[in-house]
C-alpha cells in the first residue's frame, strides 16, 4: 500500500515541467501584462461497481493549465491541456498567450481587478496511504460478494499549482480515496437501497468493513413493510451524511459579496435578526491536506479561520475582489468565496445513545434534492432518501416512504439543535465531470427536534 516510488518520480517531473512551462510564459510577457498560471492534474484509479462485478476499470492521468492575461485593467483567460511533454506543452502555451492577447484588448475594463503579487510560495505535498492498484477490486468487493452492490472507487493523486508573474509559485499534491456505493434490496414494496462512502487518504480495513457490516444491517431492516407518515414536524436524527447534506448549505453562504448584497442566508444572522444554536461552529480548517491553501489567484488562506463560533458569525470569507469592491480585508477566499475545508464542531452524543435520545422519531441517512426554498429566510427544501426509519421507544420500527422537508436553519440549527454526536466522518466531494474534484466536509451526526415535513 501506498504510493510507488515512480508516482512520485512522476510527480517531480511534472512539477519541474510546470515550473518550465510558467517560466517560458511569463519571459514572454510583454510590458504591462501581468499572468496568473494554474495547473490541475491528477493521477487516478477508476473503477465501477454493478451487482458487485467490475464494470469498468481503468487509471486517467490527465491535466489542465489555466492563464489569466491582464493587461490595461482588462483581463481573459484559456485552458488547455497540459502533457507534461515539454515540447508540446510550449506550444499550447504560446498560442494561447497569443490567443490572450487579442481577446484582452477587446473586454471592457474591470474596475474590481486584482493584480498578481508575491505573498510568499510553498510546497505541500500529503502522502496517504493507499490501496495497490492491482490489489483495490478484491479488497473492495471481499464483504459484499453476496450484495447487489453498486458504486465507483477513485483513487491516486490530485495536484494544484499556481505561478505568476510577480514571482509566486505553489504546488500542494495530496493522496485520497474514496468508495461511494449503494446495496440494493428487492421487497415487496419494491427495490430498496442504503447508501454508503468510505473515504479519506489511508486505507483501513477494519474500518471498510465495519461501514460495510453497518449497510448491510440497514438492508436487512428495509426489507419490514414501509410506514407512511404524516406531514408534520418529527424528532429527528439525521446521520453525518444526511447532516453534510444541510450543514453544506452554510458553507456556500460565508461570503461577504452575499452578505453585502443581501443574497446570503446569514444575513439575519450578521443584523442578529435571527439566532443559532451555541452548539453549531464552524470553521476552515486546511490542516488536514485536502485541498490547498491557495486560491486561482495564489493567495494564501490562514490555516484556520473560524466562521461561526458558539452560533454567533465571527467572520467571513472576503475575496480580494470583494475586498475591492466593499473595503474589507481580504482572507485568501476564492472568487465564489465559499468554505474550502469546513469542519463542524462535534457534540457529545456518543453513538450508543442515538436511538435512546431519539426515542420516537426518524432516523435518516441520507437526503436528496435539496434547495433553497426561501434564502433570505435560510429555508432548506428537500427529500428523504435511502435507508431512513421510523423509531419507536429506541428502537428501528419501519423503512419510510421518502418525505419531502422545508425547514429553517434558525429553527433546525437553532433552538430545536439539540445535540452533535461526538464523532464525526469524512464526507468527500465526489464530482469527477471533467476531473476528480477536490474538497470535503467533516461533519457529525446531529438530533433535531420539531423537524418540518411538508408531504
Request: net charge negative; proline share 3%.
Amino acid at each position: 500500500m501506498g504510493r510507488h516510488l515512480e508516482e512520485q518520480a512522476v510527480e517531480h517531473v511534472l512539477e519541474a515541467s510546470f515550473y518550465q512551462l510558467a517560466d517560458r510564459l511569463i519571459d514572454s510577457l510583454h510590458h504591462g501584462e501581468h499572468l496568473t498560471i494554474n495547473l490541475e492534474s491528477e493521477r487516478s484509479q477508476f473503477t465501477r461497481f454493478n451487482h458487485a462485478k467490475v464494470r469498468q476499470s481503468g487509471v486517467v492521468a490527465d491535466g489542465n493549465v489555466t492563464i489569466l492575461l491582464i493587461y490595461n485593467q482588462r483581463e481573459a483567460f484559456a485552458k488547455f491541456p497540459f502533457t507534461g511533454d515539454r515540447e508540446i506543452d510550449m506550444a499550447y502555451a504560446i498560442a494561447n498567450l497569443e490567443y490572450l492577447r487579442q481577446e484582452v484588448a477587446q473586454i471592457p475594463e474591470n474596475p474590481y481587478l486584482v493584480l498578481p503579487e508575491n505573498q510568499g510560495s510553498s510546497r505541500e505535498v500529503y502522502q496517504g496511504n493507499l490501496l495497490n492498484p492491482e490489489d483495490a477490486i478484491a479488497t473492495i468487493l471481499a464483504p459484499v460478494n453476496n450484495v447487489d452492490f453498486t458504486g465507483f472507487y477513485a483513487s491516486g493523486s490530485i495536484i494544484r499549482a499556481n505561478a505568476n508573474s510577480a514571482g509566486q509559485r505553489h504546488w500542494f499534491a495530496t493522496d485520497s480515496f474514496f468508495v461511494d456505493y449503494s446495496m440494493f434490496v428487492q421487497t415487496d414494496s419494491g427495490e430498496k437501497a442504503v447508501k454508503g462512502i468510505y473515504a479519506g487518504k489511508d486505507w483501513e480495513a477494519e474500518a471498510y468493513n465495519l461501514q460495510i457490516n453497518r449497510s448491510q444491517q440497514q438492508l436487512v431492516a428495509l426489507q419490514k413493510p414501509s410506514k407512511t407518515l404524516e406531514r408534520g414536524q418529527y424528532r429527528t436524527y439525521f446521520a453525518p451524511a444526511a447532516s453534510s447534506e444541510l450543514l453544506g448549505f452554510l458553507t456556500w453562504s460565508a461570503g461577504e459579496s452575499g452578505l453585502q448584497q443581501s443574497s446570503s442566508a446569514l444575513l439575519k444572522l450578521k443584523n442578529q435578526e435571527r439566532t443559532l444554536s451555541p452548539l453549531l461552529s464552524i470553521s476552515e480548517n486546511f490542516t488536514y491536506g485536502n485541498v490547498p491553501r491557495f486560491n486561482d489567484l495564489g493567495e494564501v488562506a490562514p490555516e484556520y479561520l473560524s466562521i461561526i463560533a458558539e452560533g454567533k458569525l465571527v467572520n467571513t470569507l472576503v475575496s480580494s475582489r470583494s475586498a475591492k469592491e466593499y473595503g474589507k480585508v481580504a482572507n485568501g477566499a476564492d472568487e465564489g468565496e465559499s468554505m474550502r475545508s469546513p469542519e463542524v464542531t462535534a457534540g457529545n452524543l456518543a453513538e450508543s445513545d442515538i436511538l435512546k435520545q431519539l426515542d420516537t422519531g426518524l432516523y435518516l441517512s441520507n437526503l436528496h434534492y435539496l434547495n433553497w426554498s426561501d434564502r433570505s429566510g435560510g429555508r432548506i427544501t428537500g427529500m428523504t432518501r435511502y435507508a431512513c426509519f421510523w423509531v419507536e421507544n429506541g428502537e428501528f420500527i419501519a423503512p419510510i416512504e421518502n418525505l419531502r422537508f422545508d425547514d429553517s436553519i434558525y429553527d433546525f440549527l437553532g433552538e430545536n439543535l439539540e445535540a452533535f454526536t461526538d464523532f464525526r466522518e469524512f464526507i468527500p466531494n465526489t464530482g469527477t465531470y471533467e476531473t476528480r474534484s477536490l474538497g470535503s466536509i467533516l461533519v457529525p451526526g446531529m438530533l433535531v427536534k420539531d423537524f418540518t415535513f411538508t408531504l
